[in-house]
């Protein structure tokens, strides 16, 4: 069994402004950052090219960023000229024909939506998120250490390489362990018991893929290289269409070392700038991301009661603070239970001793289209399978 | 008017042609629309235009004409805006009580915005409110359609058919019961498909996409004249990263700002923005805030702020422009401290400093304080920025 391939690509090194790859339904309008913008492509009148050239304007991102009497002032151009202007470029930029909700519903419209999810490879925990994880967005797992995040990002990785028609996205993904190596072993035993898992999926389907080959892992210590890797390797991977999932493991850990108790404002801009990265590759390339956060204790009650965000009992609130949960699209809280159950299949018995596996628990904390609800699972040898019916 | 036509200050010769022509006063030009008028004294388009403007606007003083072409000002009395903003209805919630501390429901032609923290419930209510505008007049809605622009990628389309399923449930059930032939009717072609076909969506990426987004929605609204609600989900998502710069963010939103209360009053829609939280450390504590600063809080009319308290969703209600908060449930107990004067047996004045009650709720309304003996026990009626009742213990008025 080949291993699994550390992320060796010698991608050349960019322009500034990154990867240009084209957004998929995007139109091909023109850059509105590339310094030498051509105006000649706008429908404009040759005065009106003319002053804003000599105006010093350069991109169509600096026209919309001044207001009418400003451009009025710096072009001399009159105020139904520059409410022209205005239109022209507006339209450059947002030149897409008007969808509505049911266009996007029947899968009718051009640019891809949020009508797709990424499957999690059981179908109990598929129907707790409605089908799965959202393909566009930032989903965080998060939960106490041992609740089993780690296990549900390796079985997501193994779950996109499917065909489409079986949840899956036909390509590979990255992970990014900031912390521990990656378990090697765990991923081979997962990818020895893949079959059994996956019993929806036709035999030769399954031994066909080549799980090992498609999964690209890169170890990241700290913040600088972190940024490299989202700049400069994810979107050559993301634009070859060689992977379809990103799996961050874990972004809380980053972040505890390098800023102190008084840095709290670089700190926030530092999440804010990745927040940002990971959201646009995420939608450019429909690809969903999954970060892993940990989480703290509340430090007093008036601290647990502006940050609870409506989670239940416990005292623990996600790190990294308001900042991140800002960029979240969903949410998802992983924990142990008190309970062990025998790992038997479909259904398990509830146990007091020690001999069979402990009970998780998985819970949906906010997610934009799912009510907050939690599904039991338990981690076997061939991975996360959810429990219905267990009571708890 | 018969003011002649050389008082005004027309181009001799274009006045020579008018005069050539027959047109001696005021009122033979403004008679004669511009096209007619380049016609008969041989003139083009535009200098007939030039001389309607000229003619127009000087001769009109006092009166207002409402002339072809010509943008003139209207002036109404407090009455008539009254009259008309009652005239123009609300987008009603289906939730009587978020409806009643809207004052009826989110209203037309007005800003408002929702904020709270993430997950509290704002693409939640964003959804809920495009789809009840195109709730049939019969039942009380407007009818309208909706345009949905979405700069963070939450808008899921299967969470929307759901909301549209319980709306037309909900309608069915009202139709059902009552005997209302238009309801009836109505709710025939109230159906999910064609509530989401009347959802106008748009997709900004970042904000340069968004301000394009606004300079056309201008001519959307206008071609598409049924739309009577517009969701900006969420206007802070854009402006607060790969915007360094924060007096360009300030010139932006306020720019942004204008062309929404613009667009709210021409097109007679109402706009609704969702805004997120950001932690504001103050001497003691931090608190949650609404982001995008300060200045921004003076764009909506309406702030609805939404938190979690215990399990459930808590709404606070928070006009613009000021810092009075009113919880959703009247206080049983307030402490005053003010500067107290009585003014005969059952009224007392209060120069309100500062107002507890709850224990951790703090009003501070600068403004008149009036205590009044009801039958039933002291009652406050506090005149400032707000207008807002609760009652009173007896022994807070011991100063």
């Known amino acids: 069994m080949t291993r699994a391939r550390a992320l060796a690509v010698n991608g050349r090194s960019q322009a500034a402004g990154g990867v240009r790859g084209l957004r998929p339904g995007a139109g091909t309008g023109p850059d509105r950052t590339d310094p030498a913008m051509d105006w000649g492509q706008l429908d404009l009148n040759p005065k009106v090219v003319a002053a804003v050239r000599k105006a010093n304007i350069h991109s169509m991102k600096e026209i919309l960023s001044l207001s009418g009497p400003d451009l009025q002032r710096l072009t001399k151009l009159s105020n139904r000229d520059v409410q022209y202007l205005h239109k022209t470029v507006a339209v450059a930029i947002k030149s897409d024909s008007v969808v509505t909700a049911l266009q996007i519903y029947n899968g009718q419209c051009p640019f891809p939506t949020q009508n797709q999810r990424l499957s999690m490879g059981c179908p109990v925990l598929d129907l707790l998120l409605g089908g ?5 967005g930032i989903t965080e797992i998060v939960g106490e250490s041992s609740a089993g995040k780690t296990q549900i990002c390796m079985q997501l990785c193994l779950s996109v390489q499917f065909p489409c028609n079986y949840g899956g996205q036909e390509s590979g993904a990255v992970y990014i362990c900031t912390e521990d190596t990656f ?35 890169e170890h990241v210590a700290d913040v600088e290289s972190f940024n490299h890797c989202l700049s400069k390797r994810l979107p050559i991977l993301l634009s070859r269409g060689l992977i379809r999932l990103v799996v961050v493991d874990s972004i809380a850990a980053l972040f505890r070392c390098e800023f102190g108790a008084t840095d709290s404002i670089a700190k926030a801009k530092c999440l804010q700038k990745f927040g940002a990265m990971l959201h646009h590759l995420s939608h450019r390339f429909s690809s969903p991301i999954i970060c892993v956060n940990q989480v703290a204790d509340a430090v007093s009650d008036s601290h647990w009661a502006q940050n609870q965000l409506g989670m239940s009992e416990r005292r623990v609130l996600p790190a990294l603070g308001l900042t991140w949960s800002n960029q979240l699209l969903m949410r998802l809280m992983v924990s142990r239970t008190h309970i062990c159950i025998e790992s038997k299949l479909p259904d398990g018995k509830v146990c007091s001793s020690n001999t069979g596996t402990v ?34 | 008017m018969q003011r002649d036509l050389g008082s005004f200050p027309l181009p001799p010769a274009l ?13 033979d030009v403004t008679s004669m629309r511009a096209t007619e008028l380049s016609k008969e004294v041989g003139i083009s388009n535009e200098e007939a235009l030039e001389v309607l403007q000229i003619v127009r606007r000087k001769s009109s003083g006092e009166e207002s004409q409402l002339s072809v072409g010509l943008p003139s000002f209207r002036k109404c009395t407090a009455l008539e805006l009254l009259e008309e903003e009652h005239a123009q209805g609300s987008i009603i919630t289906f939730s009587s009580a978020l409806d009643e501390i809207l004052g009826g429901g989110v209203s037309v032609a007005k800003i408002t915005e929702i904020c709270g923290a993430p997950g509290v419930g704002k693409t939640q209510l964003s959804i809920q409110l495009v789809v009840d505008a195109q709730i049939p007049e019969c039942f009380g809605g407007l009818g309208g359609e909706s345009v949905y622009i979405d700069t963070e990628g939450s808008f899921i389309v299967d969470r929307v058919a759901e909301v549209a399923q319980a709306a037309v449930r909900h309608c069915h059930l009202i139709a ?18 064609s509530i ?60 942004l700002a204008q062309q929404l209360i613009a667009m709210a009053n021409e097109h007679r829609v109402a706009v609704v923005l969702t805004n997120q939280m950001t932690t504001r450390f103050g001497e003691a504590q931090s608190s949650l805030m609404p982001a995008l600063g300060e200045s921004w809080g003076h764009t909506p009319t309406t702030r609805l702020i939404l938190r979690w308290e215990g399990k459930l ?25 003010g500067q107290m004067t009585r003014m005969g047996d059952d009224v007392v004045h209060w120069t309100l400093i500062q107002m507890v009650w709850g224990g951790n709720q703090t009003w501070q309304a600068r403004g008149l304080l009036w205590i009044h003996y009801q039958a039933r026990g002291w009652i406050w009626i506090a005149v400032g920025p707000g207008l807002a009742v609760g009652s009173v213990n007896p022994v807070g008025l011991e100063n």
């Open chain 1, 132 to 136: 799965g994880i959202p393909l566009m």
């Open chain 1, 183 to 217: 378990p090697n072993k765990r991923l081979q035993q997962l990818i020895a018991f893949q079959p059994m898992l996956r019993a929806d999926v036709p035999a030769d389907i399954v031994n066909n893929i080549k799980f090992a080959n498609n999964i690209f892992i």
């Open chain 1, 359 to 392: 009970l998780r628990r998985m819970e949906i904390i906010f997610a934009p289209h799912l009510p907050q609800s939690f599904c039991n699972y338990i981690i076997s040898k061939e991975g996360v399978r959810g429990m219905k019916g267990t009571e708890v």
């Open chain 2, 15 to 27: 006045r020579a042609k008018l005069i050539a022509c027959g047109f001696q006063s005021a009122e």
């Open chain 2, 176 to 193: 059902e019961s009552g005997r209302d032939e238009a309801q009836q009717e109505a709710v025939k072609e109230f159906s999910i498909s």
């Open chain 2, 196 to 255: 989401l076909s009347r959802i106008y969506y748009f997709r900004c990426h970042d904000y340069v996409e968004l301000l394009a987004q606004a300079h056309l929605l201008g001519d959307f609204l206008a071609e598409h004249r049924k739309v009577r609600i517009v969701v900006i989900d969420s206007i802070a998502f854009p402006f607060r990263h790969h915007l360094e710069d924060l007096s360009l963010r300030t010139r932006l939103l306020n720019g």
């Open chain 2, 313 to 337: 969703s808590h709404l606070v209600f928070a006009t613009s422009n000021h810092q009075s908060r009113l919880q959703l449930h009247p206080p049983t107990h307030a402490s005053v401290r």
